[in-house]
């Protein structure tokens, strides 16, 4: 059974930094995106951020650019968030999604975390 788990959240003050944590297990990420939603209090999920599985593209949403920045080692990938602000909480969701040829792969094509929750006081 395929999993993602997420790790480092919690509570910080703004200006502060948190890095977060998410490991797949269950099968390799090869050819798989892996990244990060968000969801705050009556919002929908939002992108976040998304590096691609050789970790050579990345691609971050303009609300966080300049202060988060994404990496990965094989199935694990990393948010490393700085100079965080109160708008930044949220519940922070890890994604996978498969970026390979759907013909000669069985779905699913796309795996969910439970989330970790982040909460800055300004």
């Known amino acids: 059974q395929v999993h993602l788990v997420e790790s480092g959240g919690g509570l910080v003050q703004a200006g502060d930094t948190l890095r977060l944590s998410c490991t797949g297990s269950?099968?390799?990420?090869?050819?798989?995106?892996m990244g990060w939603f968000r969801q705050a209090p009556g919002k929908e999920r939002e992108f976040v951020a998304e590096?691609?599985?050789?970790?050579?593209r990345t691609n971050i949403a303009d609300s966080v650019k300049g202060r988060f920045t994404i990496s990965r080692a094989t199935d694990t990938v990393y948010l490393q968030m700085n100079s965080l602000k109160a708008e930044d909480t949220a519940v922070y969701y890890c994604q996978a999604k498969f970026r390979g040829d759907t013909l000669v792969a069985s779905p699913p094509y796309e795996y969910w975390g439970r989330g970790t929750q982040v909460t800055v006081s300004s």
């Open positions: 269950g099968r390799t990420f090869n050819f798989w995106t």
């Open positions: 590096i691609s599985w050789t970790g050579g």
